[in-house]
């Protein structure tokens, strides 16, 4: 369950790919009104419905359903939510999900079980005064990193859940569960409220990352009685539980089917992609883009991310996150390449490595790495600033060099090291002249695996992980079963060397005019 897509895949016992489809939100369920899967609102609010995930996944089902499908045959289920988004279910709804009618469908079962209404999701940026009060809490935004593995964000779930404490009480008072986007999918699937896990939970301002529990003094923090309507923290490779006996007599799941811990979209992209041993380096060009990779031992800071690793949940993830990513990508192929991809790709290849110089900042939405305001910065190679550029082609190769060269500046501050390749994943890993210029910036090989969607083939790879260490009643490790043999990583750009002499000294120049945009917001 993405921003604006709701996807299924569906593997065998080798890890083969049996099935896979989507829909769209804003495509198949119109009557939400919304634009890329959400509701944009006055002071930086973002929400979803949570009504029309649950509609969507049963749209899926009634899918597979009308093409005879054999749901008895699935053994165990795991997902992918949006990361740090949350749902509030009301005062009785654990019950209502204990007993759901097959003849019912989800959305008249569920539409009035929700405390509040609309979802806050990742996009969101309304809570900058909870993020500032929670860092203070626990001595500044550093102190707040080494605790929960980042410093706060505002799209992050303790600061949603502050502000919605602070400002609709009464919905807060009438919660008795808050769940992530994940866990709440998992829930309606096993009909009883099932446990956030480890990986999902780092991204939440409320969880220590060394513990793996709650951290006490943040839950005071943030809202009372928080613990009890979070419930407990479980590693990702648990189970959450059988499936509801909803889906069974519904669809003809076997009563037998495991329901395993879902996680966030960027964890699951971990499992999906294989990654397996520090020095892999992942990219993901979806709506968001993200780079993450592997590591022993946590190196939280100022920026970034440190998350619990999803399939090893004695190791952690590194993350960047940039709100900025297809969704700039795509503003400037319309305003520049009259919405063609082939054309945007001409421009690309038209202007010279290096841009003559010209370097672009292109936010246009707040930005989360860097921290800074929406805005869009020109300047020209003598770092002067401009209001255009003097062809259009600029603007083009502009948006894809900068957006890696934030990348490899800020890589090394969460503890990630030059990657030997690099797997890229999302929409935009399909083009290979954006993958080109990756490649040049980092100076590593660059592969992208058969599909682009890793995170809801990662969730199928964790049903299947979870599944066999619930068989054998012990840990296996996660790479004896999705082998890189059976990920078919395909060599998509290899770096020119010279490019990336071109690009590591204007990464010196990008740095210094990035802290003069960051001085500025």
């Known amino acids: 369950c993405s921003s604006d897509l709701f996807k299924c895949s569906i593997v065998d016992e080798a890890c083969v790919i049996i099935h896979s489809s989507s829909l769209n939100f804003d495509v198949d369920l119109p009557h939400y009104g919304t634009s890329g899967g959400v509701h944009a609102k006055d002071g930086g609010r973002v929400t979803a419905p949570p009504t029309m995930w649950i509609e969507a996944l049963q749209m899926l089902f009634d899918r597979l359903k009308a093409q005879s499908f054999p749901f008895s045959k699935i053994f165990a289920i795991s997902g992918s939510g949006q990361q740090h988004g949350s749902v509030y279910m009301k005062t009785g709804a654990g019950l209502v999900l204990q007993n759901m009618h097959p003849d019912k469908s989800l959305k008249e079962l569920l539409e009035a079980q929700f405390a509040y209404a609309d979802s806050p999701i990742w996009q969101d940026s309304s809570t900058s005064a909870q993020c500032r009060a929670l860092e203070e809490s626990v001595g500044g935004p550093l102190e707040l990193a080494k605790r929960t593995g980042s410093r706060a964000y505002e799209r992050f779930t303790g600061n949603q859940i502050a502000k919605i404490y602070q400002d609709d009480r009464k919905s807060y008072d009438n919660c008795e569960r808050i769940c992530l986007v994940s866990s709440f999918l998992a829930s309606v699937l096993s009909g009883s409220y099932v446990s956030i896990d480890s990986s999902d939970g780092s991204g939440m301002n409320l969880m220590d990352i060394t513990t793996r529990d709650w951290d006490e003094q943040i839950l005071e923090s943030t809202a009372p009685d928080l613990r009890n309507r979070l419930g407990p923290v479980k590693d990702a490779h ?40 520090p020095g892999d380096v992942a ?50 192929r319309n305003q520049i390449a009259s919405g063609s991809w082939n054309q945007f790709n001409q421009l690309l290849s038209e202007s010279p490595v290096g841009n003559d110089g010209n370097i672009l900042f292109y936010f246009l939405q707040p930005e989360i790495t860097p921290s800074v305001s929406a805005g869009i910065h020109r300047y020209n190679g003598s770092d002067q600033r401009v209001e255009r550029f003097a062809e259009s082609k600029y603007e083009v190769r502009g948006i894809v060099e900068s957006q890696f060269l934030s990348m490899r500046h800020y890589m090394e501050n969460i503890g990630l090291t030059r990657p030997v390749r690099i797997l890229a994943t999302g929409g935009a890993s399909a083009n290979v002249a954006v993958l080109q210029v990756l490649a040049d910036v980092f100076g590593a090989s660059i592969y992208t695996a058969p599909v682009t969607d890793s995170a809801s083939l990662g969730a199928a790879y964790r049903a299947y992980h979870s599944f066999v260490i619930h068989e054998k009643g012990a840990f296996v490790p996660f790479c004896s079963l999705v082998t890189e043999d059976r990920l078919s990583f395909e060599l998509r750009a290899t770096p020119v060397e010279e490019h990336h002499v071109v690009y590591s000294e204007l990464l010196k120049r990008y740095q210094g005019l990035l802290a003069t945009v960051i001085g500025e917001s």
């Open 238 to 277: 648990e189970i959450g539980g059988r499936i509801s006996s909803y889906f069974v007599e519904k669809y003809g799941f076997s009563s037998d089917c495991l329901i395993g811990l879902w996680s966030g979209d960027n964890p699951n992209s971990v499992a999906g992609l294989g990654l397996s041993r």
């Open 283 to 332: 990219v993901s060009l979806g709506t968001s883009d993200t780079l993450f990779g592997l590591l022993s031992t946590p190196h939280p800071g100022l920026d970034g991310h440190i998350f619990v690793n999803p399939v090893d949940s004695d190791g952690y993830m590194a993350l960047l996150c940039y709100k900025n990513g297809s969704i700039a990508r795509e503003h400037v």
